[in-house]
């Protein structure tokens, strides 16, 4: 890889700090790269794996599990190895992840996202389980529309930087709705967590919850004494204390149905970015 060769565009404040934050030294980035691809290619060689191209390992892809991983090459190793072998053991859940099969998914109004950043840069994704037609589409659907979600946000290096925040509004879930979604595949496997503790080449800020009644308070804090002390410390129970999700994003760029000042949520924004 030449050195010559443009991998990032962050400049200013973003770059500040991945600097600051992340250990990134523009000086050494090009090194760490390629010390990463070495790192790889070894373990696809001894892994025997049969087709390495379906890897990627350009340049682009490489930053951000260093980033993920605050240049910290060993731990970028480990996540990028992960974050396929996630992808290797739930085939039979994830399918074919392409987002126009998932259209469905991406206009029902169950996601949205924030057309503006919180006050740290994060983006904002917002979800709406009340929203999601369980009636007449697997929960696979929704993980997989989830997983490309990611994979797409991941692809912006202002969201690599300063991270992403999801809020989620339980209004309107019904206990018939979370007991389904408990006695699912998915959540016996574990697979959310699974992801974001192991498999997910970005930085999870934070994780909010508005709304919950006490069929998933209660849950919830029962799974939480099983997290990573990292992953625990940024979930928030907010209930109907809005002033309290107010601490960590501004209540004006918030939707009207998350307590907000701004208009509804929309899936206007998440279906451009998705190419729908």
């Not at 250990?23 to 892994?47: C, G, N, Y």
């Not at 739930?90 to 987002?99: K, S, Y």
């Not at 209930?239 to 999700?245: E, K, V």
């Not at 501004?250 to 000042?261: A, H, V």
Request: overall charge negative; glycine content about 6%.
């Amino acid at each position: 890889m030449a050195e010559g060769e443009k991998v990032t565009a962050i400049s200013g404040a973003t770059l500040e700090k991945a600097i600051s934050e992340l250990h990134e030294d523009p000086s050494t980035r090009f090194q760490s790269i390629d010390d990463l691809r070495k790192l790889v290619e070894s373990d696809e060689e001894a892994e025997g794996l049969v087709d390495p191209s379906l890897r990627r390992k350009d340049p682009k892809f490489l930053l951000r599990f260093l980033r993920a991983k605050k240049f910290d090459v060993e731990r970028a190793r480990a996540l990028y190895s992960n974050y396929y072998a996630f992808r290797a053991k739930h085939a039979d859940i994830l399918g074919t992840l392409e987002p126009r099969a998932l259209d469905h998914v991406y206009r029902c109004g169950a996601m949205s996202l924030l057309e503006h950043r919180d006050k740290t840069g994060c983006a904002v994704m917002c979800f709406k389980p009340s929203l999601w037609p369980m009636d007449q589409y697997p929960l696979t659907d929704l993980v997989r529309a989830l997983l490309i979600l990611l994979d797409r946000l991941m692809e912006d290096e202002e969201n690599q930087v300063h991270g992403l925040r999801f809020v989620y509004n339980f209004e309107g879930v019904s206990l018939y709705q979370m007991y389904t979604v408990a006695r699912s595949d998915l959540a016996r496997n574990g697979i959310a967590v699974e992801l974001f503790q192991e498999a997910f080449p970005g930085r999870f800020k934070g994780l909010h919850f508005l709304n919950q009644p006490w069929y998933i308070s209660v849950p919830l804090s029962i799974l939480m004494y099983f997290l990573k002390e990292k992953l625990r410390e940024r979930i928030h129970l907010h209930g109907a204390d809005y002033a309290s999700l107010s601490q960590h994003i501004d209540l004006q760029d918030l939707p009207s149905d998350f307590g907000g000042e701004g208009p509804p949520s929309s899936s206007k924004s998440l279906c451009t970015l998705m190419g729908l």
